[in-house]
Nanobody, 123 residues
């Protein structure tokens, strides 16, 4: 069982940056594929990015490619999402997730979820 707690959300101006963190407990994440998802009001949850367990290879949604960077620190049992050049379409609740499934690439089938952190982009 993995417990995930996100932090780092907040209000930022368009073009600004935020770094989200996801602290894991209950198990080490070094054997899990990890991911970030987001859900805006009235919309379905969507995939943002994922990072592979064994070598930190990453994959991104087209909408964030080149602006967001996912990373992991297995020693700290923490997942990160660096978000740059934030746009008006980026606001959402951002969730981190962990997948026991080691198949790659992965965009669904995650087993454990955090409670989410709100990201707001406004001038």
């Amino acid at each position: 069982q993995v417990q995930l707690v996100e932090s780092g959300g907040g209000l930022v101006q368009p073009g600004g940056s935020l770094r989200l963190s996801c602290a894991a407990s209950g198990s080490t994440i070094d054997r899990y594929n990890m991911g970030w998802f987001r859900q805006a009001p009235g919309k379905e949850r969507e995939f943002v990015s994922a990072i592979r367990w064994r070598d930190s290879v990453a994959t991104y949604a087209d909408s964030v490619k080149g602006r967001f960077t996912i990373s992991r620190d297995n020693g700290k049992n923490t997942l990160y999402l660096q978000m740059n050049v934030l746009k008006p379409e980026d606001p959402a609740v951002y969730y981190c997730a962990a997948a026991r499934n080691t198949i790659w690439p992965i965009r669904d089938g995650f087993d454990y979820w955090g409670q989410g952190t709100q990201v707001t982009v406004s001038s």
